[in-house]
Protein backbone atom coordinates (compact mmCIF):
# COMPACT_ATOMS: atom_id res chain seq x y z
CA UNK A 1 0.00 0.00 0.00
CA UNK A 2 1.16 3.57 -0.46
CA UNK A 3 1.30 6.03 1.99
CA UNK A 4 -1.56 8.37 0.07
CA UNK A 5 -3.43 4.95 -0.10
CA UNK A 6 -3.77 4.99 3.67
CA UNK A 7 -5.33 8.24 3.35
CA UNK A 8 -8.72 5.98 2.60
CA UNK A 9 -8.78 4.50 6.17
CA UNK A 10 -10.64 7.32 8.56
CA UNK A 11 -8.09 7.04 11.29
CA UNK A 12 -5.40 8.99 9.18
CA UNK A 13 -5.77 12.24 8.57
CA UNK A 14 -2.71 14.07 6.19
CA UNK A 15 -0.32 16.33 7.71
CA UNK A 16 1.57 16.90 4.67
CA UNK A 17 2.60 14.28 1.85
CA UNK A 18 5.00 14.97 -0.62
CA UNK A 19 5.63 11.88 -1.99
CA UNK A 20 2.39 10.03 -1.10
CA UNK A 21 3.13 7.79 -3.73
CA UNK A 22 5.87 5.88 -1.79
CA UNK A 23 4.71 2.17 -0.96
CA UNK A 24 4.75 0.90 2.62
CA UNK A 25 7.02 -1.78 3.73
CA UNK A 26 6.15 -2.68 7.35
CA UNK A 27 6.06 -1.07 10.89
CA UNK A 28 8.32 0.38 13.54
CA UNK A 29 7.15 1.69 16.59
CA UNK A 30 9.31 3.93 18.94
CA UNK A 31 10.18 7.57 20.13
CA UNK A 32 14.14 7.44 21.09
CA UNK A 33 15.44 8.53 18.27
CA UNK A 34 18.81 6.26 18.03
CA UNK A 35 16.32 3.28 18.75
CA UNK A 36 14.71 4.43 15.38
CA UNK A 37 17.53 4.71 13.56
CA UNK A 38 19.20 1.36 14.54
CA UNK A 39 16.23 -1.01 14.05
CA UNK A 40 13.80 0.87 11.72
CA UNK A 41 14.04 -0.53 8.29
CA UNK A 42 13.98 1.78 4.97
CA UNK A 43 10.63 1.86 3.78
CA UNK A 44 8.93 1.45 7.21
CA UNK A 45 5.96 3.10 8.04
CA UNK A 46 7.14 4.79 11.68
CA UNK A 47 4.76 5.24 14.31
CA UNK A 48 6.04 7.98 16.98
CA UNK A 49 4.70 10.88 19.07
CA UNK A 50 8.08 12.63 19.37
CA UNK A 51 6.76 16.41 17.61
CA UNK A 52 10.45 18.29 17.69
CA UNK A 53 11.93 19.07 14.58
CA UNK A 54 14.15 16.01 14.61
CA UNK A 55 11.83 13.72 13.60
CA UNK A 56 12.03 14.68 10.07
CA UNK A 57 16.05 14.28 10.08
CA UNK A 58 15.57 10.72 11.57
CA UNK A 59 12.64 10.19 8.87
CA UNK A 60 15.32 11.19 5.90
CA UNK A 61 18.32 9.68 7.24
CA UNK A 62 16.50 6.00 8.22
CA UNK A 63 14.11 6.40 4.90
CA UNK A 64 11.52 5.38 6.36
CA UNK A 65 8.03 5.89 4.12
CA UNK A 66 6.01 8.06 6.61
CA UNK A 67 5.95 9.53 9.80
CA UNK A 68 2.55 8.25 11.66
CA UNK A 69 1.98 10.69 14.80
CA UNK A 70 0.10 8.73 16.93
CA UNK A 71 -2.30 10.15 20.14
CA UNK A 72 -3.66 13.39 18.65
CA UNK A 73 -0.27 14.61 18.38
CA UNK A 74 0.56 17.98 16.33
CA UNK A 75 3.06 19.53 14.69
CA UNK A 76 4.44 23.40 14.08
CA UNK A 77 4.11 24.71 10.78
CA UNK A 78 7.74 25.46 11.08
CA UNK A 79 7.77 21.59 10.85
CA UNK A 80 6.16 20.77 8.61
CA UNK A 81 7.33 23.05 5.41
CA UNK A 82 10.79 21.47 6.64
CA UNK A 83 8.92 17.87 6.23
CA UNK A 84 7.46 18.99 2.63
CA UNK A 85 11.01 20.35 1.54
CA UNK A 86 12.67 17.26 2.60
CA UNK A 87 10.19 15.28 1.03
CA UNK A 88 8.94 13.22 4.23
CA UNK A 89 5.55 12.38 4.24
CA UNK A 90 3.60 12.76 7.54
CA UNK A 91 0.24 11.41 8.20
CA UNK A 92 -2.16 12.09 11.98
CA UNK A 93 -4.13 9.97 14.17
CA UNK A 94 -6.36 10.10 17.25
CA UNK A 95 -5.29 6.38 17.92
CA UNK A 96 -2.37 4.90 20.25
CA UNK A 97 0.36 3.91 18.96
CA UNK A 98 -0.89 0.46 19.50
CA UNK A 99 -4.18 0.56 17.71
CA UNK A 100 -2.61 2.50 14.70
CA UNK A 101 -0.23 -0.88 14.32
CA UNK A 102 -3.26 -3.57 14.77
CA UNK A 103 -4.72 -0.94 12.12
CA UNK A 104 -1.86 -1.26 9.55
CA UNK A 105 -1.70 -4.74 10.15
CA UNK A 106 -5.08 -5.17 8.79
CA UNK A 107 -4.41 -2.83 5.60
CA UNK A 108 -0.60 -3.62 4.96
CA UNK B 1 34.77 9.20 -10.06
CA UNK B 2 37.49 10.17 -10.55
CA UNK B 3 40.55 10.37 -7.68
CA UNK B 4 38.88 11.76 -4.44
CA UNK B 5 36.08 13.62 -3.10
CA UNK B 6 36.19 15.55 0.03
CA UNK B 7 33.94 17.67 1.91
CA UNK B 8 34.10 19.58 5.39
CA UNK B 9 31.58 20.53 7.64
CA UNK B 10 31.40 23.07 10.55
CA UNK B 11 28.79 22.02 13.04
CA UNK B 12 27.07 24.42 14.78
CA UNK B 13 27.26 23.30 19.01
CA UNK B 14 24.77 25.77 20.04
CA UNK B 15 21.41 24.90 17.40
CA UNK B 16 19.36 22.24 17.88
CA UNK B 17 16.98 22.70 15.54
CA UNK B 18 19.63 22.94 12.64
CA UNK B 19 21.58 19.62 14.10
CA UNK B 20 22.14 17.20 11.52
CA UNK B 21 22.42 19.98 8.70
CA UNK B 22 25.76 17.93 7.50
CA UNK B 23 24.42 14.64 7.29
CA UNK B 24 21.42 15.59 5.04
CA UNK B 25 23.91 17.28 2.56
CA UNK B 26 25.82 14.40 2.83
CA UNK B 27 23.24 12.44 2.12
CA UNK B 28 22.25 14.28 -0.83
CA UNK B 29 25.76 14.41 -1.97
CA UNK B 30 26.15 10.71 -2.04
CA UNK B 31 22.95 10.06 -3.67
CA UNK B 32 24.34 12.25 -6.64
CA UNK B 33 27.08 10.23 -7.17
CA UNK B 34 25.08 7.30 -7.95
CA UNK B 35 25.91 5.30 -4.48
CA UNK B 36 23.52 2.50 -3.24
CA UNK B 37 20.54 3.23 -1.15
CA UNK B 38 21.75 0.99 1.59
CA UNK B 39 25.44 2.71 1.53
CA UNK B 40 23.82 5.80 1.89
CA UNK B 41 21.70 4.86 4.48
CA UNK B 42 24.54 3.62 6.64
CA UNK B 43 27.06 6.36 5.77
CA UNK B 44 23.99 9.26 6.95
CA UNK B 45 22.73 7.22 10.03
CA UNK B 46 26.58 7.00 11.03
CA UNK B 47 27.22 10.79 10.07
CA UNK B 48 24.18 11.82 11.87
CA UNK B 49 24.41 10.41 15.16
CA UNK B 50 27.91 11.12 15.05
CA UNK B 51 26.86 14.65 14.45
CA UNK B 52 24.35 14.83 17.47
CA UNK B 53 26.83 13.52 19.57
CA UNK B 54 29.27 16.74 18.77
CA UNK B 55 26.10 18.82 19.00
CA UNK B 56 24.97 17.11 22.62
CA UNK B 57 28.36 16.57 24.21
CA UNK B 58 30.85 18.59 22.93
CA UNK B 59 29.34 21.59 22.43
CA UNK B 60 29.98 21.00 18.30
CA UNK B 61 33.12 20.32 15.99
CA UNK B 62 33.49 19.76 12.45
CA UNK B 63 32.30 16.83 10.08
CA UNK B 64 35.17 15.88 7.14
CA UNK B 65 34.28 13.45 4.53
CA UNK B 66 36.21 11.81 1.84
CA UNK B 67 34.99 9.77 -0.89
CA UNK B 68 36.91 7.69 -2.92
CA UNK B 69 35.96 4.61 -5.35
CA UNK B 70 36.97 2.20 -2.63
CA UNK B 71 35.43 4.03 0.67
CA UNK B 72 33.86 6.70 2.51
CA UNK B 73 36.11 8.01 5.04
CA UNK B 74 33.72 10.58 7.77
CA UNK B 75 36.38 12.29 10.34
CA UNK B 76 34.32 14.04 13.44
CA UNK B 77 36.64 16.25 15.40
CA UNK B 78 35.28 18.06 18.63
CA UNK B 79 37.26 20.23 21.70
CA UNK B 80 34.80 19.14 23.95
CA UNK B 81 34.98 17.45 27.45
CA UNK B 82 36.38 13.96 26.15
CA UNK B 83 35.24 10.44 26.88
CA UNK B 84 36.56 8.85 30.30
CA UNK B 85 35.69 5.73 29.52
CA UNK B 86 35.23 4.66 25.55
CA UNK B 87 34.21 1.18 26.26
CA UNK B 88 31.46 2.13 28.93
CA UNK B 89 30.27 5.20 26.39
CA UNK B 90 30.48 2.25 23.01
CA UNK B 91 28.10 0.15 25.38
CA UNK B 92 24.18 0.06 24.36
CA UNK B 93 21.73 2.08 26.98
CA UNK B 94 24.86 4.20 28.38
CA UNK B 95 24.26 8.01 28.38
CA UNK B 96 25.48 11.12 30.34
CA UNK B 97 22.80 13.24 27.83
CA UNK B 98 20.28 15.80 30.14
CA UNK B 99 16.95 15.36 30.54
CA UNK B 100 15.76 18.47 27.84
CA UNK B 101 17.81 16.54 25.97
CA UNK B 102 15.79 13.19 26.40
CA UNK B 103 13.09 14.80 26.37
CA UNK B 104 13.68 15.60 22.50
CA UNK B 105 14.34 11.59 22.23
CA UNK B 106 17.88 11.54 22.57
CA UNK B 107 19.93 9.99 25.05
CA UNK B 108 18.95 6.09 24.70
CA UNK B 109 22.50 5.55 24.94
CA UNK B 110 22.46 3.88 21.19
CA UNK B 111 24.22 6.58 19.06
CA UNK B 112 27.99 5.00 19.50
CA UNK B 113 26.28 1.45 19.33
CA UNK B 114 24.88 2.47 15.65
CA UNK B 115 28.04 3.90 14.58
CA UNK B 116 30.07 0.62 15.09
CA UNK B 117 27.00 -1.14 13.51
CA UNK B 118 26.44 0.71 10.48
CA UNK B 119 30.12 1.09 9.52
CA UNK B 120 32.89 -0.86 8.52
CA UNK B 121 35.59 0.95 10.57
CA UNK B 122 35.14 2.74 13.80
CA UNK B 123 37.98 4.48 16.12
CA UNK B 124 36.96 6.87 18.85
CA UNK B 125 40.44 8.84 20.28
CA UNK B 126 39.59 10.67 22.82
CA UNK B 127 41.28 12.44 25.80
CA UNK B 128 39.24 14.18 29.43
CA UNK B 129 39.56 17.89 28.49
CA UNK B 130 41.05 18.04 24.97
CA UNK B 131 38.55 16.55 22.68
CA UNK B 132 37.64 13.68 20.47
CA UNK B 133 37.81 12.46 17.27
CA UNK B 134 35.60 9.86 15.49
CA UNK B 135 36.34 7.85 12.46
CA UNK B 136 33.90 5.68 10.60
CA UNK B 137 34.64 3.83 7.44
CA UNK B 138 32.26 2.09 5.21
CA UNK B 139 33.25 0.64 1.86
CA UNK B 140 31.99 0.39 -1.64
CA UNK B 141 31.11 -2.72 -2.88
CA UNK B 142 32.74 -2.81 -6.17
N1 LIG C 1 31.71 13.71 21.02
C1 LIG C 1 31.55 13.37 22.31
N2 LIG C 1 32.13 14.10 23.30
C2 LIG C 1 31.97 13.75 24.60
N3 LIG C 1 31.25 12.70 25.02
C3 LIG C 1 30.63 11.94 24.09
C4 LIG C 1 30.74 12.23 22.70
N4 LIG C 1 30.05 11.29 22.02
C5 LIG C 1 29.52 10.46 22.95
N5 LIG C 1 29.87 10.85 24.20
C6 LIG C 1 29.54 10.15 25.46
O1 LIG C 1 29.18 8.81 25.18
C7 LIG C 1 27.84 8.55 25.66
C8 LIG C 1 27.16 7.56 24.74
O2 LIG C 1 26.95 8.15 23.44
P1 LIG C 1 25.77 7.60 22.53
O3 LIG C 1 25.74 8.38 21.27
O4 LIG C 1 25.89 6.12 22.41
O5 LIG C 1 24.47 7.89 23.40
P2 LIG C 1 23.72 9.29 23.65
O6 LIG C 1 24.23 10.32 22.71
O7 LIG C 1 23.83 9.60 25.11
O8 LIG C 1 22.21 8.89 23.30
P3 LIG C 1 21.62 8.59 21.82
O9 LIG C 1 22.76 8.58 20.87
O10 LIG C 1 20.95 7.26 21.93
O11 LIG C 1 20.65 9.69 21.56
C9 LIG C 1 27.19 9.91 25.72
O12 LIG C 1 26.08 9.97 26.60
C10 LIG C 1 28.36 10.79 26.18
O13 LIG C 1 28.56 10.63 27.58
MG1 LIG D 1 24.32 9.90 20.69
Redesign the interface.
Known sequence: MTVAGLLQHEAFSPVCLPDGEREICGVYIG?????V??RAS?GNAWITI?S????V??A????TACILLAEGVTLSEEIVATANA?GINILASTLSAYELAVCLSRLL | MNGQLTFHFDVDGSD??S??QA??QV?KDLRQLGLS??II?RV??AM??GEINMVIHAGGGTADVVVTEEEIEIILTDHGPGIRDIAQAMQEGFSTAPDNIRS????????L??MK?YTDHMDIQSEVGVGTVVTMRVSIPK
Open positions: DLLSWMGAMNINIAVSLADK | FTAGSVKPERSIYELGFGAGMGPNR
